[in-house]
């Protein structure tokens, strides 16, 4: 044996073993006590800890504040449609008359059993029919609705759908952006004409705002116009008015920039303006058989759509006088 090995005394050590001095070592050594957090690592936990705590609750209210909205928005749209809109009934507007012969007592003697209308004309017996007048599915009570507002302008009616509201105009595009028909604050607003329109809808193309609510209300769902099914169904809105109530045959819808020509409204000439009706047509998302020319007047509805920054979806539509 290497008698350098042996005056080496190296304590060897085995699991459970002894060294050659005959101390037993343990394999492990002990472990080293935790140091305390510092002050400054705990403040940074809590800030942290604030801080996204808060955020938790700003977020937690926009949200309830974005409900509530919607929640108020409807109920007050409602409860304002209840107070002065009123369906007609199915038969109101169908009545019988004489077929009146275009022929006038001036022309020739009454014969035995005719008779002669107040116009003049001589009406041909036995020829009575039953004839459909066309009328508003709705009928609105404006003195309870101007005596709210006196801003009030219309009522749109879309049959089916959610759209059922009244029509205000001030004197900018600003106010009624955050205030109901009954001038109360509320960010769903109401429908308004653009204050550079006519208010009682004689120009050519009269435009309506109104915001696309996240719960499908107000105008939002005009957005559907872009399927050829949806027009298909709701080929027509009704407008009442003070003065008269309308039909409004949909003639075309799309997308387009918040400045785009779209929102003309003012026309030189009836080649001024059936030039433009025909570009705006051809931008149409459906097919529509409605046509517009010579003194046809428009109404643009006009929401916010978020194919790109600041699009909007119009939708065009026809008056037609009726009952």
């Known amino acids: 044996m290497d008698n350098n090995a042996e005056n080496n005394n190296l304590d060897i050590v085995?699991?459970?073993?002894?060294?050659?001095?005959?101390?037993?070592?343990?394999?492990?050594?002990?472990?080293?006590?935790?140091?305390?957090?510092?002050?400054?690592?705990?403040?940074?936990?809590?800030?942290?800890?604030?801080l996204l705590l808060a955020v938790?609750?700003?977020?937690?209210?926009?949200?309830?504040q974005i409900v509530e909205t919607y929640y108020t928005s409807r109920k007050a749209n409602n409860e304002l449609a209840s107070m002065v809109v009123s369906k007609t009934s199915e038969d109101?507007?169908?009545?019988?008359?004489?077929?009146?012969?275009?022929?006038?007592v001036t022309q020739r003697p009454v014969m035995e059993g005719e008779e002669v209308s107040p116009e003049g004309r001589i009406v041909s017996p036995g020829?009575?029919?039953?004839v459909r007048r066309e009328h508003s599915p709705i009928?609105?009570?404006?003195?309870?609705?101007?005596?709210?507002?006196?801003?009030?302008?219309?009522?749109?009616?879309?049959?089916?759908?959610?759209?059922n509201y009244g029509i205000v105009q001030a004197g900018n595009n600003d106010y009624y952006l955050h205030r109901l028909v009954d001038k109360s604050y509320n960010p769903g607003g109401a429908l308004f004409i653009d204050y550079r329109c006519a208010g009682d809808f004689s120009g050519r193309n009269t435009i309506i705002y109104g915001h696309h609510m996240g719960d499908g209300s107000m105008l939002a769902s005009?957005?559907?116009?872009?399927?050829?099914?949806?027009y298909d169904k709701h080929p027509v809105m009704y407008l009442n008015t003070p003065d008269g109530n309308y039909r409004?045959?949909?003639?075309?819808?799309?997308?387009?920039?918040?400045?785009?020509?779209?929102?003309?409204?003012e026309f030189n000439s009836r080649t001024e303006f059936d030039e433009w009706f025909s570009l705006m047509h051809s931008y149409s998302d459906f097919q529509s058989d409605v046509t517009v020319g010579g003194d046809d007047r428009l109404v643009t509805l006009s929401t916010c759509t978020y194919e790109y920054d600041n699009a909007?979806?119009?939708?065009?539509?026809?008056?037609?006088?009726?009952?």
């Open 222 to 230: 005009i957005c559907d116009y872009q399927n050829q099914e949806y």
């Open 14 to 50: 085995l699991d459970g073993g002894e060294s050659p001095s005959g101390k037993k070592k343990n394999a492990r050594k002990a472990k080293a006590p935790k140091k305390p957090m510092k002050r400054s690592t705990r403040r940074i936990l809590i800030v942290l800890f604030v």
């Open 127 to 130: 020829e009575e029919t039953v």
């Open 92 to 104: 109101s507007g169908t009545y019988s008359e004489r077929t009146v012969a275009h022929t006038y």
């Open 248 to 265: 409004l045959d949909i003639v075309c819808g799309f997308i387009t920039y918040f400045d785009s020509r779209a929102y003309i409204y």
């Open 139 to 163: 009928d609105v009570d404006f003195d309870v609705l101007l005596g709210i507002n006196t801003e009030v302008k219309g009522w749109l009616y879309s049959p089916d759908t959610v759209i």
């Open 56 to 64: 938790f609750l700003f977020c937690g209210y926009q949200l309830y």
């Open 312 to 323: 909007r979806y119009v939708l065009m539509a026809k008056l037609v006088p009726i009952d």
